[in-house]
Nanobody
Framework: QPQLVESGGGLVQAGGSLRLSCAAS?????????MGWFRQAPGQEREFVAA?????????YADSVKGRFTISRDNPKDSTLSLQMDSLKTEDTAVYYC?????????????????WGRGTRVTVSS
């Protein structure tokens, strides 16, 4: 079955930018699915960040990142996903996870996503 692999995490100063990528290996998800990013800060629950419909590129964002983060499909044919993160804040520090939802409407609900990557760590220093 397909696997998701995140990359691009690292250490950045507040106000800076990072671009995360997510690639699917061992196959793709067909033609009707959604993909999203979630994050988990130390000692906190995992939370929704952004999601996109693969067919037409509709997006939704968490209020905390709206206007600063941009989710996009790098290559619709091979499920390559990106998250451009600008104007980073210390509170954006977390492990960021890529996820794929095979069926259903675009959603922020974690349990609706069927496949998950192992995460990439983002640390924003003050």
């Amino acid at each position: 079955q397909p696997q998701l692999v995140e990359s691009g995490g690292g250490l950045v100063q507040a106000g800076g930018s990072l671009r995360l990528s997510c690639a699917a290996s061992r196959g793709t998800f067909g033609t009707t699915y959604n993909m999203g990013w979630f994050r988990q800060a130390p000692g906190q629950e995992r939370e929704f960040v952004a999601a996109i419909t693969w067919s037409d590129g509709d997006t939704i964002y968490a209020d905390s990142v709206k206007g600063r983060f941009t989710i996009s499909r790098d290559n619709p044919k091979d499920s390559t996903l990106s998250l451009q993160m600008d104007s980073l804040k210390t509170e954006d520090t977390a492990v960021y996870y890529c996820a794929a939802q095979i069926l259903g409407s675009l959603t922020i609900t974690e349990s609706a996503y069927d496949y998950w990557g192992r995460g990439t760590r983002v640390t924003v220093s003050s």
